[in-house]
T-cell receptor, first 111, second 113 residues
């Protein structure tokens, strides 16, 4: 499975935007970039995914570099409820649906 | 719409005993997955069902683990006999055809003493 690299931790203030980076220099042409997050004592939760173009949904935006070797998850206005571990995951666009979790980025949101 | 549910939420058993975990996916989801996080490690994939068939069981650690999904609805994961290193959180997830988004349950926290 292609590997991703994320910072171990990041800190943000409430109501401010947060940019969570992810490097995936060995991404293949059929890999989708998925982001999940895990709030304390809960199961992982889908956030967003994309292939080549930037994506927006009600939770976040995903900015994908032109060469696809990196991406950034953007939370436009962080809230205390956004404090979680964020995982950037590459998933093959074929029939292999399994998710390979790394260590993720622990996001702390300060009030 | 009900989410993925798992039972029990917690289980404490002694080494050598048997434990069965249950997962009820979101209604209509053909894909069902099991993952686990053991102490201090990352979340790891165990296996993937499509309806009642095992699509990928490459992550199952050994033959003490048996997963079933009779009838293509709920799934069980049995650990027999349990060992200390099986302690951790077991997550179940489901997705519809296409599998783009996996919906996870809250997990079962297993402690083997």
């Amino acid at each position: 499975d292609a590997k991703t690299t994320q910072p171990n931790s990041m800190e943000s203030n409430e109501e401010e935007p947060v940019h969570l980076p992810c490097n995936h220099s060995t991404i293949s042409g059929t890999d989708y970039i998925h982001w999940y997050r895990q709030l304390p004592s809960q199961g992982p939760e889908y956030v967003i995914h994309g292939l080549t173009s930037n994506v927006n949904n009600r939770m976040a935006s995903l900015a994908i570099a032109e060469d696809r070797k990196s991406s950034t998850l953007i939370l436009h206005r962080a809230t205390l409820r956004d404090a979680a571990v964020y995982y950037c995951i590459l998933r093959d666009g074929g029939s292999n649906y399994k998710l390979t979790f790394g260590k993720g980025t622990l996001l702390t949101v300060n009030p | 719409e009900a989410g993925v549910t798992q039972f029990p939420s917690h289980s404490v058993i002694e080494k050598g005993q048997t434990v069965t975990l249950r997962c009820d996916p979101i209604s209509g989801h053909d894909n069902l997955y099991w993952y686990r996080r053991v102490m201090g490690k990352e979340i790891k994939f165990l296996l993937h069902f499509v309806k009642e068939s095992k699509q990928d069981e490459s992550g199952m650690p050994n033959n003490r683990f048996l997963a079933e999904r009779t009838g293509g609805t709920y799934s069980t994961l049995k650990v027999q006999p349990a060992e200390l290193e099986d302690s951790g959180v077991y997550f179940c997830a489901s997705s519809n055809t296409g599998g783009e988004t996996q919906y996870f349950g809250p997990g079962t926290r297993l402690l083997v003493l």
